[in-house]
């Protein structure tokens, strides 16, 4: 009995290594990687809140992207990427300091844009980047105290449109559901 139990395990120091194929599995983990890598998102908004400010609920979970914040909060000042830069007292439908930072931030986003545009795309990154850029020339996220009346929101819309900033995103804070 010893000596056939000698002899298999002769033949099989005799034999060569098993090899296992992991071909599949590799596939599998690329596959994998690149769904992860597509759900990350690097850009996500961070914000800083005025001083008085009280966000409005709601269920939307996305995120506006990182351009130009415009704040009002409950003493109706008014605050354009954390610096103050006047209030939203007055009479009109314009709110002039607003619409004076916005014409400036429009008119260096734009000189940007060209001065990128001019250089020429050396990469897929590059023509995103670009692509990027042109949006953020019409976009800006609104942040309202939730306490203020509609007419604060309608001004700060149509300040920001007349500045060539048309189109909006609110910033609220979300809700679990």
């Not at 209030?87 to 990128?116: C, R």
């Not at 692509?131 to 509609?150: C, G």
Request: charged content about 30%; proline content about 3%; cysteine-free.
């Amino acid at each position: 009995m010893r000596s056939k139990k000698f002899q298999r395990l002769g033949r099989m120091k005799n034999k060569e290594p098993m090899e296992i194929d992991i071909t599949s599995l590799l596939d599998i983990l690329v596959i994998l990687l690149v769904f992860l890598l597509k759900s990350y998102s690097a850009s996500e908004l961070k914000l800083e809140l005025a001083e008085a400010l009280t966000l409005p609920e709601s269920r939307s979970e996305s995120l506006g992207t990182d351009t130009i914040v415009v704040q009002v909060n409950k003493e109706r000042k008014i605050f354009v990427n954390n610096k103050v830069i006047g209030s939203a007292y007055g009479g009109g439908t314009k709110l002039n300091d607003l619409y004076d930072v916005l014409k400036k931030m429009k008119a260096e986003k734009e000189k940007d844009y060209k001065e990128t545009k001019e250089r020429g795309p050396a990469s897929n990154m590059d023509k995103e980047m670009l692509s990027r850029k042109k949006n953020l020339l019409t976009q800006v996220n609104i942040v309202l105290d939730q306490s203020l009346p509609y007419e604060i929101l309608r001004k700060v819309m149509h300040t920001s449109a007349m500045a060539g900033f048309p189109q909006f995103k609110f910033v609220v804070q979300g809700r679990d559901q």
